[in-house]
């Protein structure tokens, strides 16, 4: 039997010397038929419970499964396993599964590899909002080398839900509220994690989740329902998806939630008619954590064994942890199921492990890791991202940066010294011994002339103030006061929902006790979601969002607090102004009767603004940037025919720095309403103080089509707003019309 990376060098080559593009076609179809051989030779020798093995993933040993792992693997009765980060264990496992089975057909390993695997980069959200496609792409590919290098082959990453509810602790995953953004960057990782080809030692299978709309769920409660209209379920919740399979992620997960009554692991809709009948997926689909099982909870599914015929029967390929596929074989010869779904299933995953290499390279370098993990390029790497997704919200009389000449600081808070609350939320084996504090970088950046002036104040929850007096008078001592505040990493993530996005615990109020000293205070902000700071926006001169950044945290802060680097980082998610107007985003319907502040029978509220308190894409930087000379080639194109946009962006300030320049459109009238605005582009420029570029946008038609009233996918004729600007509440304006 011919192996997979022998096959690629000798297409490759062919097609090379046939310096021809439709053989490089026709040489590729030949590669995907000799995998189908190799698949179908297995097929026709597999018993039916070496078929379901193969759609069996426990988790570590004794978790829903029979505490006798070795010898589940040695009867073909396990095709992959998820958690395992020992790589000697992993080695062994594989061992018995390439050399002591009937078959040796390969384990794939998998981890949920999030926002880095040893070298933890800021949370995805945060990521996000750098608005760094390259450097999104960059830190993906160093997880996946790090993860690689421990015998990790699959990753369940990226998390592409759109997530319009800050509530969800799982909005930290995610890149936020936008498809258009979030699409782009679902590439990114896809292509960061798997390459051009993921059978290279340094590349990992990826896997898009949670399918589908799972950041949809109601009141922001984890796990819970979902109601979304098809339409908005392709215009908004789909499209990444779609994105990162057009890019060639190798597999998806079926997230926990119901969609319109169909739980997502249960619904061949979105698995099979919409994801391999309209998309033509060809990898596997593996459920999320027990969630085939979890169909009888919802009511789908009256026992074990009915769960598993639905969730086989619905496109879920490979279980996670349950057990429930364990009935199919009995289930077949009862003449109830049939073994066609399962060939297919099996199919599917076979698939994946030909072309992950896994036949030709079953083992992993047990000696690879000590020099990969931890790499100085991969530190840096994390320090860059840790100043690109820093979002500047305020900065009254240009209060930061900092100089380094300050002779004492205050550096109040809980979250000032705090190692673990830095790594986020699903930190892979980050370790808290890695991570660089707050404290570390800032005493590392103004040296021994600068008195740092520590004190805690409070904890991140409860409601002692038995340490205010401490940080008051650290407050006194001092210049400038830098108070580091947020939710904790046990705030966010799975599992993790609140029905409060106030600062947790007495923070506030501590924040108010040191403003009251009249000390100049830099709010240094950590989160893994939009928060309700509306007394701290209005009174506190100057705020800086850190998410959760990684192990690079404390480097990557001091670089931006003192000035050696200029904030570029814009909002991918609304901030609201409180609880009671979620969901609020930015791309959403004018209404029958848009909000007007001078008329009580329009769409607001009345006890706060309609508008947020931050708005999408907004962010600040340390010099200023001026918008003219918006342009439109043509104020009528045809259809089909791209839309030539351009505008001047001037650098007024007295600082170089980088500005992301935003395209938002509004179809004015269509069959059905949509959104007052769209992003549709974007692009992040660097300019020295006094320069002016000219930033072009080609904007296809392709970005202007939406799911009309019949359900077809289509650009309507029409006039469209546009705006270029620096976030969807400001810039500049102009349209065109599209003819037929």
């Not at 396993?81 to 599964?97: C, E, M």
């Not at 789909?238 to 399979?245: E, M, Q, Y």
């Not at 980050?430 to 950046?445: F, N, P, R, S, W």
């Not at 909000?595 to 009580?600: E, H, S």
Request: aromatic share 8%; glycine share 10%; with cysteine.
């Amino acid at each position: 039997m011919k192996t997979y990376n022998l096959l690629v060098l000798c297409i490759l080559s062919a097609a090379l010397l046939s310096g021809c593009e439709a053989g490089l076609k026709r040489q590729a179809e030949n590669l995907d038929s000799e995998i189908e051989k190799q698949i179908d030779e297995f097929l026709r020798k597999m018993t039916l419970e070496e078929k379901v093995g193969q759609m069996t993933q426990p988790g570590k040993h004794g978790e829903d499964g029979p505490s006798d792992i070795e010898d589940e693997v040695r009867k073909g009765k396990v095709g992959s396993f998820l958690n395992i980060t020992d790589i000697k264990q992993r080695n062994h496992l594989q061992k018995i599964a390439v050399e002591q089975t009937r078959l040796g057909i390969p384990l794939i390993f998998a981890f949920d590899v999030i926002h880095g695997y040893r070298t933890i980069f800021p949370v995805p959200l945060a990521e996000a909002t750098s608005w760094d496609i390259e450097l999104i792409e960059r830190t993906a590919e160093i997880a996946a080398k790090e993860a690689r290098a421990a015998g990790i082959d699959w990753t369940f990453s990226p998390m592409i839900d759109i997530a319009r509810d800050p509530r969800w602790g799982r909005i930290v995953e995610g890149a936020g509220e936008d498809p258009y953004l979030g699409s782009l960057i679902a590439r990114a990782k896809v292509r960061g994690y798997q390459g051009n080809d993921y059978s290279d030692p340094e590349r990992l299978a990826a896997c898009l989740k949670h399918f589908a709309a799972y950041g949809a769920v109601q009141a922001g409660r984890e796990y819970n329902t979902t109601e979304v209209s098809e339409r908005v379920l392709r215009n908004v919740y789909l499209p990444p998806f779609k994105a990162g399979v057009k890019e060639g992620a190798a597999t998806l997960m079926s997230g926990f939630n119901d969609l319109d009554g169909i739980p997502a692991s249960g619904n061949s809709y979105i698995l099979t008619d919409i994801l391999r009948g309209e998309w033509g997926f060809d990898g596997f689909v593996v459920s999320d954590w027990r969630s085939v099982k979890q169909l009888i909870y919802h009511g789908q599914a009256k026992d074990e064994e009915a769960a598993g015929i639905i969730g086989a029967s619905a496109g879920v390929d490979m279980e996670m942890v349950s057990r429930t596929y364990e009935n199919l074989p009995r289930l077949v010869r009862q003449g109830k199921f049939p073994e066609e779904v399962i060939d297919q299933a099996v199919r599917r995953i076979l698939r994946i492990k030909i072309r992950a290499g896994l036949f030709d390279n079953p083992y992993a370098d047990e000696k690879l890791g000590a020099s990969v993990m931890l790499h100085p390029e991969h530190l840096k790497i994390a320090r860059e991202m840790v100043r690109s997704s820093m979002v500047l919200l305020k900065n009254k009389s240009n209060h930061l940066p900092l100089s380094k000449g300050v002779k004492s600081i205050a550096l109040i808070g809980p979250l000032a010294d705090s190692r673990k609350d830095m790594l986020g939320a699903w930190a892979g084996i980050g370790k808290e011994t890695d991570v660089v504090t707050v404290l570390e970088g800032i005493e590392q950046t103004v040296g021994s002339d600068c008195a740092v002036h520590y004190a805690k104040g409070c904890d991140v929850l409860g409601d002692s103030k038995e340490d205010f007096a401490e940080a008051i008078e650290a407050a006194k001592q001092s210049e400038v006061v830098i108070m580091v505040m947020g939710e904790s990493v046990k705030l966010n993530g799975e599992g993790h929902s609140r029905t409060s996005l106030d600062l947790p615990g007495v923070q506030r109020e501590l924040i108010q006790e040191i403003y009251k000293t009249g000390k100049p205070v830099v709010v240094l902000l950590f989160t893994g979601r939009p928060l309700t700071i509306n007394w701290v926006y209005e009174n506190i001169p100057a705020i800086l969002i850190a998410w959760h950044p990684g192990i690079q945290a404390g480097t990557g802060i001091a670089d931006v607090i003192f000035g050696d680097y200029n904030p570029s980082g814009k909002l991918t998610v609304t901030f609201p102004r409180n609880v009671g107007q979620i969901p609020i985003y930015y791309n959403a319907k004018n209404t029958g009767r848009p909000p007007d502040a001078n008329d009580r029978w329009t769409s607001k509220y009345i006890d706060v603004p309609w508008t947020p308190l931050i708005p999408f894409g907004y962010g600040l930087s340390y010099t200023v940037f001026e918008y003219s000379n918006l342009q439109i080639a043509k104020t009528k194109v045809v259809l089909d025919e791209p839309i030539l946009i351009k505008v001047d962006v001037t650098n007024t300030g007295n600082r170089a720095g980088q500005e992301v320049v935003q395209l938002y459109i509004r179809d004015l009238v269509g069959s059905v309403t949509r959104p007052v605005k769209e992003l549709k582009g974007f692009k992040k420029i660097f300019l020295n103080p006094g320069e002016t570029k000219t930033v072009t946008f080609n904007l296809s038609q392709d970005n202007l089509k939406f799911y009309d009233r019949q359900m077809n996918f289509v650009v309507e004729p029409g006039e469209f707003k546009v705006w270029v600007g620096p976030n969807s509440a400001e810039g500049l304006e102009s349209g065109f019309e599209i003819v037929e």
